[in-house]
């Protein structure tokens, strides 16, 4: 039995980390510290008995510390963070605050309370990146890998860049023990409304534009969140304290083509799903025509990377990791989540 904290845990990642967690792990307890900003949802863990939420930010050292201490917690997996690259170009101190500031109140409470106050007390500091801190990729450049060096191109990944080398700062000066996962895109339940997947499925519903950013041929790597969940769980069993892991989905596709599976998906569904129509009759679907005549073109936005590519060897020799789904089948099943779960995004659309 083990007491984790895990940050961030009412968001996307993290929420679905919880869910996975107490089902691989039902003896062991989670304290999820969550602000609940625009991005954090209490009703994505309702009902995780294992999960008791902390409504609190990490910034809080104090009561990180008190966490620690009173809650017997041995493991931090820290997935709290801004992370939509969008809002970070128009308000990067937000970035700054949460992604370098916060990462740092953490490092230091967990220094505190195991190494200076609990004499090298076992334990676990496990930091979630991101592929973006290594910038982009030419189309004929190997994939990212642990050794890739770090050229973040937005406030974004350049505040995650920085949280990576203050986490690794910890483990080399004062012994804390520490690792670092690098993922690539995730999708899957529970995410947001602002990123591509869950955007674009929500305005072919309601029949709005799909902006599709230049030429939309930038390449992503897709990981579906309960991979993602799964490599972290490895990290954490078999990882070696001090090195970093990158976390793929081994699928490397443009938004195009992407963007292209969402407007089939959506398409079949409405095909399949006897009253959908009714419930969506602005969709060009309920009406018998092709989602895809909602794509439009706009202007690219500022500093958006080419390419990224995840070079995975690592966390499968080390840890054994391996993506479990395929893009075609997530992408299914991660949209009809969304047409089954209207209650919990309803709410964040309207808003």
Same mark, same amino acid.
């Given at each position: 039995?083990?007491?984790?904290?895990?940050?961030?845990?009412?968001?996307?990642?993290?929420?679905?980390?919880?869910h996975?967690?107490?089902?691989?792990?039902?003896?062991?307890?989670?304290?999820?510290?969550?602000?609940?900003?625009?991005?954090?949802?209490?009703?994505?863990?309702?009902?995780?008995?294992?999960?008791?939420?902390?409504?609190?930010?990490?910034?809080?050292?104090?009561?990180?510390?008190?966490?620690?201490?009173?809650?017997?917690?041995?493991?931090?997996?820290?997935?709290?963070?801004e992370?939509?690259?969008?809002?970070?170009?128009?308000?990067?101190? +937000? !970035?700054? @605050? =949460?992604?370098?500031?916060?990462? /740092? *109140?953490?490092?230091? %409470?967990?220094?505190?309370?195991?190494?200076?106050?609990?004499?090298?007390?076992?334990?676990?500091?496990?930091?979630?990146?991101?592929?973006?801190?290594?910038?982009?990729?030419?189309?004929?450049?190997? +994939? !990212?890998? @642990? =050794?890739?060096?770090?050229?973040? /191109? *937005?406030?974004?990944? %350049?505040?995650?860049?920085?949280?990576?080398?203050?986490?690794?700062?910890?483990?080399?000066?004062?012994?804390?023990?520490?690792?670092?996962?690098?993922?690539?895109?995730?999708?899957?339940?529970?995410?947001y409304?602002?990123?591509?997947?869950?955007?674009?499925?929500?305005?072919?519903?309601?029949?709005?534009?799909?902006?599709?950013?230049?030429?939309?041929?930038?390449?992503?790597?897709?990981?579906?969140?309960?991979?993602?969940?799964?490599?972290?769980?490895?990290?954490?069993?078999?990882?070696?304290?001090?090195?970093?892991?990158?976390?793929?989905?081994?699928?490397?596709?443009?938004?195009?083509?992407?963007?292209?599976?969402?407007?089939?998906?959506?398409?079949?569904?409405?095909?399949?799903?006897?009253?959908?129509?009714?419930?969506y009759?602005?969709?060009?679907?309920?009406?018998?025509?092709?989602?895809?005549?909602?794509?439009?073109?706009?202007?690219?936005?500022?500093?958006?990377?080419?390419?990224?590519?995840?070079?995975e060897?690592?966390?499968?020799?080390?840890?054994g990791?391996?993506?479990?789904?395929?893009?075609?089948?997530?992408l299914?099943?991660?949209?009809?989540?969304y047409?089954?779960?209207?209650?919990?995004?309803?709410?964040?659309?309207?808003?």
């Amino acid at each position: 039995m083990a007491n984790l904290l895990i940050t961030g845990g009412a968001g996307f990642i993290g929420g679905n980390f919880v869910h996975y967690w107490a089902d691989k792990h039902p003896d062991d307890t989670m304290i999820v510290l969550d602000c609940l900003t625009y991005a954090g949802n209490e009703s994505t863990i309702a009902g995780v008995e294992q999960a008791e939420l902390v409504v609190g930010n990490i910034l809080d050292s104090g009561l990180v510390e008190k966490l620690l201490r009173e809650c017997d917690i041995s493991t931090i997996v820290h997935f709290a963070a801004e992370s939509h690259v969008d809002r970070s170009i128009s308000g990067p101190d +937000a !970035f700054i @605050e =949460t992604n370098i500031l916060g990462t /740092n *109140s953490l490092l230091k %409470a967990a220094r505190t309370v195991w190494l200076d106050e609990g004499a090298g007390k076992p334990h676990r500091f496990h930091h979630i990146s991101t592929d973006e801190v290594y910038g982009s990729l030419g189309p004929e450049d190997p +994939a !990212f890998s @642990e =050794t890739t060096q770090y050229q973040p /191109n *937005s406030p974004y990944s %350049a505040s995650k860049a920085s949280s990576d080398h203050l986490v690794r700062a910890y483990h080399h000066t004062f012994g804390l023990e520490v690792t670092t996962s690098n993922c690539s895109n995730n999708y899957g339940p529970y995410q947001y409304p602002e990123k591509l997947i869950p955007l674009f499925l929500l305005n072919s519903l309601y029949g709005r534009d799909l902006p599709i950013y230049g030429d939309g041929m930038n390449v992503r790597d897709w990981l579906h969140v309960e991979d993602h969940c799964r490599g972290v769980e490895a990290c954490l069993a078999k990882g070696t304290p001090g090195e970093t892991y990158n976390i793929g989905g081994g699928a490397e596709l443009p938004n195009m083509a992407v963007i292209d599976r969402i407007c089939a998906e959506v398409d079949n569904a409405f095909a399949e799903i006897d009253g959908l129509a009714e419930r969506y009759p602005d969709a060009p679907a309920a009406k018998g025509k092709p989602t895809s005549e909602l794509k439009t073109f706009v202007t690219d936005r500022k500093g958006h990377d080419r390419r990224y590519a995840i070079d995975e060897t690592k966390a499968r020799s080390e840890l054994g990791y391996a993506p479990a789904h395929s893009f075609e089948t997530g992408l299914a099943n991660t949209l009809r989540w969304y047409l089954g779960n209207e209650e919990w995004w309803l709410p964040l659309a309207k808003s």
